[in-house]
């Protein structure tokens, strides 16, 4: 084989498609499952208010971002199973993950921000700007489908009482609201408002699946990437090991069942093989390939670099006069910015429980200094990660820079029961992990492994930790940089 992609997100969609379009028979390896066939219920997806099976990678309770509601725990026994959400838990941190193929697009809220570009040079700073602006992030977002909410709507509907009630807020006390692009269909939102189609973001569709209206990589780069004829994707297969060997690389996978038992054990041999299994994956099989001895010629720099994008959840109660609306789309479309004095970037998020509750949500994204490292444990033949909950204080911070702001001009007080009891802030996981095997660190400039000639990251283990926004736009205009290049020099 040509070349081996493993995994099947942002970074390895972009890979796999302009290999093939330029010729280059790929092989795409994902060890979650295809996600394209219904289940009983005739959906492919459950919904975030009834979790099932099909909702976490290999648990047998939900692990729910809001652990708790009015005081009470609200994860529920579910079979094990080769579900979408992994909520991989590691010391001090729980990172969720997409696994199937289109990895993170399946679960995430869609949110597609081109970060500012006066920020840029603090997030990759070896990556020229302008090429960037010019050329990668439009490409990103037209292959993404970005697109904005029509603000009429917005200022009409019900669905999205809850952000205009953020806001109002956030411009009361002096912050500056940004409408943020997502790649949720908003035609297709508005004909589930008016009742003309099966509803998706309107029937609490997120983080376990959208049935119907948002754009993820099923809708947009894997079509293209089967019409080039050149790809195979192999899901339910778990890459283990890749080691050199003549013409290329050995790559040894295992093949799971539904439930997670390996039922076979294959090798195939690449001449190229792209790593793109998000930055844990990615990061988790660098540090034991390493360290095993399949590929000691790494550099010391895979594995460390990691960071949470400094996410961290927070509500707050808001009065009587000012309800959030018991109908919410589960998809955002403000944020609050205020990166350059608080180091925070808000956005107003839906708490969608059918039921007004006065509250407004938030997932702030938040400039923080604090860097992760994996490192092989021998003993326990795992990769672990050395994050401490403590290092979220700084988050918090920074998101207290505009919530007791907020507060104080409102009059009111955070929610304490969202995420524990009696628990302010949801800092004990992310949504955005980066970094593991930093650009033109533990690879050049374009993602080429030192060491290995042959080997490539294209995924979000190649970003320094945080991109001010989220990720995923970032993440593709990158690979799209990085895989035009490679395609020009080494092929
Ligand atoms: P990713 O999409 O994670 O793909 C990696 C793939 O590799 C996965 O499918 C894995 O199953 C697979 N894999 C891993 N290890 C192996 C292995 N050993 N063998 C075979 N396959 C493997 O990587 N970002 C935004 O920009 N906006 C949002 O609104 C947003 N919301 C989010 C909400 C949730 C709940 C979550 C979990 C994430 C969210 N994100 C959001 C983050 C975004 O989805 C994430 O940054 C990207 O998906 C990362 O892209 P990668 O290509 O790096």
């Known amino acids: 084989m040509p070349a081996l992609v493993i995994g099947t997100g942002y970074g390895g969609c972009v890979a796999a498609l302009r290999l093939a379009q330029a010729g280059v028979d790929v092989h795409m390896i994902e060890m979650g499952m295809a996600w ?15 979790p099932d099976q099909r909702s976490y990678w290999l648990r047998t309770k939900t692990k729910q971002p809001l652990s708790n509601f009015l005081g009470f725990p609200i994860d529920r026994t579910i079979p094990r199973y080769t579900g979408v959400l992994d909520a991989e838990e590691f010391a001090g941190i729980t990172v969720y993950q997409g696994r199937g193929v289109g990895g993170g697009s399946l679960v995430n809220g869609g949110m597609a921000v081109t970060p500012r570009r006066e920020y840029f040079g603090g997030i990759l700073p ?13 490409r990103a977002n037209t292959e993404l489908g970005a697109n904005l909410i029509d603000p009429e709507w917005f200022e009409t509907t019900d669905w999205y009482q809850f952000a205009r009630v953020g806001r109002k807020q956030a411009q009361r006390s002096g912050f500056p609201f ?3 692009p997502t790649v949720y269909d908003w035609d297709y939102m508005e004909q589930e408002a008016a009742g003309t189609v099966p509803k998706s973001a309107l029937a609490g569709e997120i983080l376990y699946g959208n049935n119907y209206g948002k754009k993820s990589l099923q809708k947009t780069y894997l079509p293209k990437i089967r019409a080039t004829g050149r790809v195979t994707i192999s899901p339910l297969h778990r890459v283990t090991t890749v080691e050199p060997t003549s013409g290329g690389y050995t790559v040894t996978m295992e093949q799971l069942n539904t439930t997670g038992d390996t039922v076979a054990t294959k090798q195939v041999t690449a001449a190229r093989v792209f790593f793109a299994a998000g930055s844990v994956g990615t990061s988790k099989l660098l540090v034991k390939l390493k360290s095993t001895g399949a590929l000691p010629n790494l ?27 018991p109908s919410q789309s589960t998809i955002p479309t403000l ?7 608080g180091g925070a970037f808000a956005e107003v998020a839906p708490l969608p429980t059918g039921i007004e509750t006065y509250a407004s949500f938030y997932l702030s994204i938040t400039k923080t200094p604090n860097r992760g490292e994996f490192s092989w444990n ?16 700084t988050s918090i911070d920074a998101a207290k820079s505009i919530f007791d702001k907020i507060n104080a001009k409102e009059g009111t007080i955070y929610r304490t029961d969202l995420f524990g009891v009696y628990k ?10 980066l970094g593991g095997a930093i ?3 533990a690879t050049d400039n374009y993602g080429r492994l030192h060491g290995y000639p042959g080997l490539y990251v294209i995924d979000g283990s190649l970003i320094p930790g945080s991109t001010a926004v989220n990720p995923f736009v970032t993440i593709t205009a990158l690979a799209e940089r990085n895989i035009e290049n490679i395609i020009a020099t080494d092929l």
């Open 335 to 341: 944020g609050i910015d205020n990166w350059v004095n």
């Open 378 to 393: 021998a003993a326990t033949g795992k990769a672990e990660l050395n994050w401490q909950t403590a290092w979220k204080q």
């Open 178 to 180: 940004v409408f943020v």
């Open 439 to 441: 650009l033109n660190r």
């Open 299 to 325: 550099n010391g720099e895979v594995g460390k670099g990691w960071g949470d994008n400094g996410n961290v959840m927070c509500g707050r109660a808001n009065h009587m006069w000012d309800p959030t609306g």
């Open 36 to 50: 394209d066939t219904p289940g009983a219920d005739g959906k492919i997806f459950a919904t975030t208010t009834s």
């Open 424 to 433: 302010v802030w949801g800092d004990q996981l992310t949504y955005h992990p």
């Open 126 to 138: 070896t990556v020229n700007p302008d090429e960037m602006y010019d050329v990668y992030y439009p």
